[in-house]
């Protein structure tokens, strides 16, 4: 008796390669990937604007990059936010904000400027209008008074989309993109209405499938592993075994095979370069830390792209 459903996974158009850079972003599923594309040896920028979910409220943020800065501070007791971010980015002052603010929005531009793929992440299509008719990407625990929830339009969605593309094929025209769906159910706002919303989400990907590629991380989770073991306590984050199961297909969708046998190698002495030794003054230690080091140079000399984040 099979366990799981048979699914053959979907060829990518392009394959990254080590000296390639990652730019990932949407979803808290986004930050989940990134330390895997890091221990592999990819250097990877993962939301600098902290985990948003809604499809309008990225593509915005990927425009406020390119565009003059503008202050969107808003304050909450003695704490500033910006209508853009999550609350992991905030200011003790309006001053302090916009500069942190200024920062990250610098800092992504930068990165998409050399980034060989873009990855995204779409989490929920419903949002949160605040009094202009801008979708937020955080509410910032202000009253809900404050907003009107609504499921976006799938017209809408697309034309944010399709703007922000337009933008992102002048600034960097060897940009590859990557679309997906996070399995994350968002049970908060009702599995009915989840569900909604996850299928408007995989008609964007569907709409824009001509601009870029989809790696099913949405149907992997939810159609192949389908079984609550595979999710963390509260029934709707992919567990660790889940995500390594998503990693697995995922070499495979965003690497030729040479790429795979290095990124193991760089895996396995980053794991290394990782250990914490109980008794660091042992000789054994010593030898082990040497060995190490020995390995990662040998590595460095024959691959010169692979992107080390642990310095030794």
Not at 68 to 95: M, P, Q
């Amino acid at each position: 008796m099979k366990l799981q459903l048979d699914f053959e996974l979907p060829r990518s158009s392009s394959k990254l390669k080590h000296g390639d850079s990652v730019v990932l972003l949407g979803s808290c599923f986004s930050d989940n990937l990134a330390p895997k594309f890091e221990a592999s040896g990819f250097r990877v920028c993962s939301n600098p604007l902290g985990t948003i979910f809604h499809p309008s409220a990225l593509s915005a943020g990927i425009r406020s990059a390119f565009n003059d800065f503008e202050s969107k501070a808003i304050s909450r007791e003695d704490l500033w936010f910006d209508w853009r971010a999550s609350g992991t980015v905030y200011g003790t002052s309006k001053e302090d904000l916009d500069q942190k603010m200024e920062k990250h929005l610098v800092d992504l531009k930068q990165e998409l400027l050399s980034a060989k793929m873009l990855v995204v992440t779409f989490g929920t299509s419903w949002g949160y209008e605040f009094e202009a008719g801008e979708i937020v990407a955080n509410c910032h625990k202000l009253s809900q008074d404050s907003f009107t929830k609504k499921l976006s339009p799938l017209e809408e969605l697309i034309s944010n989309w399709e703007e922000t593309i337009q933008l992102l094929s002048e600034v960097n025209p060897e940009l590859q993109l990557v679309f997906t769906v996070s399995p994350v159910r968002h049970s908060k706002d009702g599995l009915i209405e989840n569900n909604r919303s996850k299928a408007r989400l995989i008609q964007l990907c569907e709409s824009l499938s001509a601009h870029g590629d989809y790696f099913p991380s949405y149907e992997l989770v939810i159609d192949v592993l389908r079984d609550h073991r595979f999710f963390d306590a509260d029934l709707v984050h992919p567990n660790a075994q889940a995500i390594d199961f998503i990693w697995e297909h995922a070499q495979s969708f965003f690497f030729a095979f040479e790429t795979r046998e290095i990124a193991k190698e760089v895996a396995s002495v980053n794991q290394m370069l990782m250990h914490e030794s109980l008794h660091p003054e042992s000789r054994a230690a010593k030898d082990f830390v040497e060995k190490t080091q020995k390995k990662k140079d040998a590595l460095s000399s024959r691959f010169p792209g692979v992107y080390w984040k642990t310095t030794s």
